[in-house]
């Protein structure tokens, strides 16, 4: 049975969605459709469908809905049918789940999952008016799931932390399919624009001095899309003008940014300064990217003291990049991890090639097969807790707290679990 979308009259989806409903069976979507017309949505979308249907067209639409009706009575498993969904849809979308089930037990892991409600089955549209109808329905019962603020910062320059900071980004966009922000705090022009092949809008500069207009819109409006999971913030200041941005607008916008964002990655132009300690205060992971050099490693020990002084604790992934041929000069991974006393979680294998023609042509490494790719891929792996595991060529998942957990446990970032 085909239900007709409240908006478009039929099957083809529109760009925009503010309400987006997917029914398992005919006799719901029917009553979830009568609903939207009595309560005159213009932008809603019912339709019946699987939870596979709904995460689809979820990576369809330009932006996500304010919120979602999603059905899991046919679900064989639940809770990891919405840990997909979840990967798929912002966090600051308003999730509703319809079921079966009258279960206490299911509905209290719903709500640890940052599911705003749950409704049994036979759906009426009195019982849809009481819980998504009026005032109420916009303000959800919790808001749990919120986006992760990821700061990258290097050990000295030139070690390549902006070029991990992008090469992350893209792939957690273009290969995990999350909603990416990435911030280049450089404000006289960072290098993330050039091997993104895009331009910068004054965006960061611009969006710093109104802080007090964070709106959805507004912030939408501001960054500079790089497809349809992507968005880059950045600025391009006269080398004369200041560049000391005000602290407390920088923290108000990663907050606005987690609300409609899985990742902000924001890429440190210096170590030190107010600027890049509110930012690792801020963050909940720290990528610290280092060469392997006796520079390099006293200055990661500080950095490391850096986060570890925080009041509440982070993880702390730390990258050896190889930026030339190995030489004998050079102190191995070995030295380096006892000269600072913590394992290097991922090495990046030296490949001029690959990283001047990803700049040249303003196409990130991590798109291409070599070497460092697949390095950068398996970054991006540990960082969403995510292992890949190449002999058995599968991907595991484990939840996010309990991946920190085991990382606390061993103290090894080699690999996340």
Known sequence: MLIRDAVSGGRAAPRNVEFMAFLVDGDSAQVMERFTVEQMMPHALVRQGSMDEAITLLGQLDRPPERLVVDISASAMPLSDLARLADACAPSVSVVVI????????????????VDDYLSKPLTVELLRRTLGGQAAAEPVQQV????????????????????AVNLAWALANRQQRRVALIDLDPHGGPANVLLGVRSNEGLTDVLKNVNRLDPHYVNRTLVPVGPHLSVLSSEMDFTAGTQPDLLALQRLFNELKKHFH???????????????????????TVL????????????????????????????VLVINHTHPE???????????????RKVSQELPHDNEAAVEAEN????????????????????????????????????????????????????WKRRP
């Open 99 to 114: 079921g079966d089930r009258n279960d206490v037990g299911l509905f209290r892991e719903l709500l640890r999952m940052g």
């Open 145 to 164: 799931r919120t986006g992760k603020l990821v700061a990258c910062v290097g050990a000295r320059g030139g070690v390549g932390a902006s070029t991990v």
């Open 263 to 285: 990742y902000i990655i924001a890429d440190l132009p210096d170590r030190a300064g107010p600027v890049s300690q509110c930012v690792i205060e801020a963050a909940q992971t």
């Open 289 to 316: 990217v280092s060469d392997p050099s006796v520079y390099g490693a006293r200055e990661s020990a500080r950095l490391i003291r850096l986060a570890e002084n925080r009041d509440i604790a982070m993880p702390l």
């Open 327 to 341: 030489g004998k000069a050079e102190l191995t991974v070995r030295d380096f991890e006892e000269a600072i006393g």
């Open 361 to 412: 042509l303003g196409a990130p490494i991590v798109g291409g097969k070599g070497p460092l790719a697949q390095a950068l891929l398996a970054l991006s792996h540990d960082l969403s807790g995510r292992r890949v595991e190449a002999a058995a060529g599968v991907t595991i998942r484990l939840p996010p707290l309990l991946a920190q957990t085991l990382q606390g446990l061993s103290g090894l």
